[in-house]
């Protein structure tokens, strides 16, 4: 994994690497994560020593995938550290909670407490936004309240699908609730759901896409999230009858009779890794027992923040996209504008 380095902004602190999902303002950070962990004014976040010229592919199936299970709380810490690319403010199981006391000792934060603001699904890669200021994560917490309520979005993220959807953009809508299933929480579309359906915790969910490229029978999708429920995003995909890659948990949920995609019942259809057909493991150089390993391609690629002081201008950060990610949009064909 490759970290930028870090930018001083009175006081917040922008962490940005590329590797699954990590975020910013006075006290915030903001962490780019990989997969797998989970500004105008503008800031790029751009790896130390990268360019804009594309990279070559590598021996590697996947480059940039940050496995955690190599990793101890100390090597987790650092890599943080590392990605920090923007700061306002003073300087059991490993998950990001669990090592942010270290990494604020590893910032100079002395008693001050980091706490996440906005972070993205554990498997998406991108934006996380941490806050070491109560007042300030306060702030941001109603500003995104504010902007929901406003149906303004202010997180973009970048998807490859396997399929193209029907229409170039649009507005996804779905009830959704959350059942656990043998054993794991999973997300099931509710139809014509009822009054007594939304007192049980059934949630209406909106999202907006749009196609950026296309190519081999792929996508890569823009997407704009207006509510916030577990999972949306490959949710939203998969009814659009084009699964996240690398989405091993609902992808199962799209079947194929005579080249022609249908819904199969999300109550009875069991998780199971990801299958794609023989011309698309070809383009991406990949063997089936490396393709159930492939990484979900949800990226939280920019976040808009309200200016942290009163007449600031809006901050837009950017988070560059994974190295297997731009690999896998490389042997697509797929040209991100």
Known sequence: MRTAPAREMGGCRVLGQVWGAWRRGPGVRVVAKASG??????????PRGSSKRSRPLGDQPFPGLLQLENLGRKELVDVLRAAVVDQKGKPGRLTLVSVLPELSQ???LGDQELQVVQASGKETSGLVLLSSCPQTASRLQKFF???RRAQRPTATYCAVTDGIPATSEGKIQAALKLEHIDGIDLVIPVKSPSRKDFQEGVK???SHFRVVATGSGCAL?????????PTQLQVHMVLQLCPVLGDHTYSARVGTVLGQRFLLPAESTKSRRQVLDEALLRRLCLTPSKAAQLPLHLHLHCLHLPGMRPREAPMKLLAPLPPYFSRTLQCLGLHQQ
């Open 37 to 46: 962990f989970g500004t105008e004014a503008g800031h790029q976040l751009r």
């Open 106 to 108: 590893s910032l100079g």
């Open 145 to 147: 309240i504010h902007s």
């Open 204 to 206: 209406r969910t909106v």
């Open 221 to 229: 999708v823009q997407l704009q999230p207006l509510t916030v429920f």
